[in-house]
């Protein structure tokens, strides 16, 4: 069945030549603030190309996926290089030694724990005793990350709550892009819409804008986003959707809670420690996404196992959403008992904290 095509009001997609690699080693990275050389410029031609069937393996071989999500559990070797971020006596994060050293001279915010009897190793960061309130925390820290300037990039001006974990206290809130220099765990939502037609599952795919400041030109969800202070993760999906794809809130009512994904990342100063929440929702099969916040450069509507092939052959889709997506592959039955690591690969999915 023809795959179906839908542009943003402002797209310009490239079409250049494909570079992939299709069997990437363990170890493959990049950064979040922009695709790996290896995808930079690919067009849905080029996305297209690889989800033929043809002389490419057998649909068992669950290798792909496995490196998928090696990608987003990088650096788990290196957890000692970090210590505890305190508040109130509870651990809400973890903080590299090295970005310590630019958080001494905040001597009002901050306080530096180092180890007895003279030792300079230092055991947990947490912040000032005269920092009682949760106000009083999120905006000493927003101080001390608008002076760390470039040392943190990507300020989006989003805060993100600061728990122990889902659902306790918030003890602060902070900014999302600095969320990973605390080792803050971080809370998204995350959304598979998806079309049946006549008995076969088609996956409406979004193609983020060029200049997006994270992961431009990759593949995504057709809705996702992080969970922000004060707002349920339902609410959260139903603003997405109408933001992201157009879609009213008569229709993503029906988006369907399904369970969660969670990793760990990391990655210099960054301890990236992600649960996201993931949705399903069934959509008309006459359903037209449209983007409203200029942030999708197109959609495109593609049969469930072509998605699947592009996530175990390319490194197209932004790495998180290739989990969720897989995560659908399972609950849906595109992946099978018999396949060899089935259980190994189903574990992996929530390598990370989910709390």
Known sequence: MATITVAARWSSPSRLQLLTRRRLPFSASFSSAAPPAAVVGFGWADALRVTS???????????????????????????????????????????????????????????????????????????????????????????????????????????????????????????????????????????NGYVEKDGQKFLWIAKRSDVKQTYPGMLDHLVAGGLPYGISCKENIIKECEEEAGIPRSISTNATSVGAISYMDIEGFRYKRDVLFCYDLKLPADFVPNNEDGEV??????????????????????????????????????????????????QSLRSGDCS
């Open 53 to 191: 069937d043809g002389g490419h393996g057998d649909k068992s071989d669950l290798s792909g996926y496995f490196r998928k999500v090696d990608i987003c559990n990088r650096g788990m070797g290196k957890k000692g290089q970090f210590v505890e971020f305190l508040v109130e006596d509870q651990v809400v994060g973890y903080i590299h030694k090295g970005f310590i050293e630019h958080l001494r001279d905040f001597h009002d915010i901050f306080t530096i724990v180092s180890g007895n009897s003279g030792n300079s190793t230092v055991e947990h960061v947490s912040f000032h005793s005269l920092l009682r309130t949760p106000e009083d925390r999120t905006h000493a820290i927003g101080s001390v990350i608008k002076s760390l300037g470039e040392i943190i990039p990507g300020i989006r001006n989003e805060l993100y709550p600061v728990t122990s974990s889902y659902g306790m206290p918030v003890y602060f809130s902070l900014e999302r892009a600095a969320a990973p220099y605390f080792g803050i765990k971080a809370y998204g939502v995350h959304m």
């Open 297 to 346: 450069d197109s959609f495109r509507l593609i049969p469930v196992q072509h998605a699947a092939n592009i996530i175990r052959r390319t490194e197209f889709f932004k790495p998180n959403c290739n989990l969720v997506i897989i995560d659908f592959l399972f609950r849906h039955g595109y992946i099978h008992p018999d396949s060899r690591g089935y259980l190994d690969l189903l």
